[in-house]
T-cell receptor
Framework: GENVEQHPSTLSVQEGDSAVIKCTYS??????FPWYKQELGKRPQLIIDIRSNVGEKKDQRIAVTLNKTAKHFSLHITETQPEDSAVYFC????????????FGAGTTVTVRA | SQTIHQWPATLVQPVGSPLSLECTVE??????LYWYRQAAGRGLQLLFY??????ISSEVPQNLSASRPQDRQFILSSKKLLLSDSGFYLCAAGGLGSTDTQYFGPGTRLTVL
């Protein structure tokens, strides 16, 4: 099955700086890569996703890049704000009827004011 | 867009007692449904998923079971809870419009004493 590794496990940044989280996946057939943000005690919320036919996608201060050859994808948060503090999960999905997601272990991001 | 309901929101149960958690989805039909468990400070572990009524696939052998009696209803059960069953239980719906995207319900926080 698919194996997703996520780094770093924790990340502390100064407010206004950028944060980058990287994930690698094992199955070259994976074609969908979402990112979720989970605040303490809340459900994971989808913040951005990318499909294998696209190399980069941006939504305001958040961007995701995908390198299919190297089998890795990254989340970039620019101009970080205190409300960006949360746990971020990457995931990968194989094209199949069950649409199962394989999740990374998560990155705890702390934005220092 | 779909709405996912879960209840109860919190639950405290003694070891050895039964369990029933319910998830219902509004605003869509024939979704893929998933049960995840998240231990404190940990990642998302897929427990069960279902691509249709009465169709259940188990990802991790354990003392839990799942059922899907109706198209938009997914139930997680146990006959006898263990201490290790404590955690945050999340229901997710996906495969909507033949896409991979999964959306999470608000979750049930279970404490087994």
């Amino acid at each position: 099955g698919e194996n997703v590794e996520q780094h770093p496990s924790t990340l502390s940044v100064q407010e206004g700086d950028s944060a980058v989280i990287k994930c690698t996946y094992s199955d070259s057939a994976s074609n969908y890569f979402p990112w979720y943000k989970q605040e303490l005690g809340k459900r994971p919320q989808l913040i951005i996703d990318i499909r294998s036919n696209v190399g980069e996608k941006k939504d305001q201060r958040i961007a995701v890049t995908l390198n299919k050859t190297a089998k890795h994808f990254s989340l970039h948060i620019t101009e970080t704000q205190p409300e960006d503090s949360a746990v971020y999960f990457c995931a990968a999905s194989l094209r199949s009827n069950d649409y199962k997601l394989s999740f990374g272990a998560g990155t705890t991001v702390t934005v220092r004011a | 867009s779909q709405t996912i309901h879960q209840w109860p929101a919190t639950l405290v149960q003694p070891v050895g007692s039964p369990l029933s958690l319910e998830c219902t989805v509004e605003g869509t039909s024939n979704p893929n449904l998933y049960w995840y468990r998240q231990a404190a400070g940990r990642g998302l572990q897929l427990l069960f998923y279902s691509v249709g009524i009465g169709q259940i696939s188990s990802e991790v052998p354990q003392n839990l079971s799942a059922s899907r009696p109706q198209d938009r209803q997914f139930i997680l059960s146990s006959k006898k809870l263990l201490l290790s069953d404590s955690g945050f239980y999340l229901c997710a719906a996906g495969g909507l419009g033949s896409t991979d995207t999964q959306y999470f319900g608000p979750g049930t926080r279970l404490t087994v004493l």
